[in-house]
């Protein structure tokens, strides 16, 4: 099963969430603690999502198409939604920094297939990207999907990003069922042909409706349980201000200190601050602040 962690609070290099602690999410991904026998390592690449400020003005391009073309429609390659503030940008001239994290812009993202062990990347360019919002993901492929790098979470869209620990069995048609019950977007606009990229076209579906994102990790883990009640759906959500995550059959912990917050699949260090969050609950974090509330889902409860 993959591993995954969100991280918001001061600016940190966003390398560093990947090797954090005497069990890093790269530890992770060769010595797993916790994999519910969903495999044994988690090898089939990886990826990271963090969200950085608008462009300060002293570094705007100089030719406003371009500013237009990557920045005001988010065609660019952060994928941002949302248009340029100009309240900030006297602070953004003193202290780039100051804006880190503001939502305005998507996420940018790096993902690679390959084993997060062989990416020199991880120490060489990510650890010189900082950022207030971060979302980490490393893969184990379920049987039967690819291994590419569009299958690696995050996956994004807009503002969010998004990751899934876990398994649909017979989720094509579990998650066909699925959305034409929520009337989703094409399923054929998942990245890749697997569990997690389906799902959240699902998801973000429902988020770019009406629904809320904790409604709509509700609603969608419900109706994937009533389907496939063997599913195991731990959902991590962000936008760069927010972390949403469900545990469904599979490991979450969380860890908040007075300015920051982490959730984990498994804690990356002995900070007896960690806490284990049960099964069936809804995490929603923000830097020194927690809500853990019960999915109230009884699906599935006996003997799955
Ligand atoms: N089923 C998903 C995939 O194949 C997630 C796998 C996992 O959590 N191990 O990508």
Known sequence: MCRHLA????????????????HSLRTQSWAPR??????????????????????????????????????????GPTGGAGSRPTAHRDDDRRDPASNLGTREAGPSRYRNAAPIWTDPAVDEVL????????????RSATVGMPVERTACAPFTHGRWAFSHNGVIPDWRGT???????FDSPSLLEAESMTDSAALWVILRGRMESEAT????????VRAVAELSPS??????????????????????????????????????????????????QLVVARPGWLSVQDLDIEIGRAGS
């Open 127 to 138: 650890p010189q990207i900082y950022s207030r919002a971060v979302l980490a993901a490393i």
């Open 34 to 75: 916790d994999m519910r026998g969903g495999g044994t390592i988690n090898a089939d690449g990886f990826g990271i999502a963090w969200w950085t400020p608008t462009q300060p003005a002293s570094t705007e391009p100089r030719h406003p198409g371009m500013l237009l073309a990557g920045i005001h429609t988010g065609d």
């Open 213 to 220: 994102p904790d409604v709509a990790l509700r609603e969608v």
């Open 175 to 181: 998650l066909t069922a699925v959305a034409a019950k």
């Open 7 to 22: 991280y918001l609070g001061p600016p940190v290099p966003v390398g560093d969430l990947l090797t954090r602690g005497p």
């Open 231 to 280: 599913a195991r759906l731990n959902l991590l959500v962000g936008d760069g201000e927010t972390v949403w995550a469900t545990a469904w059959r599979h490991a979450l912990s969380v860890l908040v200190g007075e300015e920051f917050v982490v959730v984990a699949s498994e804690p990356y260090d002995d900070d007896p601050r960690w806490q284990a969050i049960a099964d069936r």
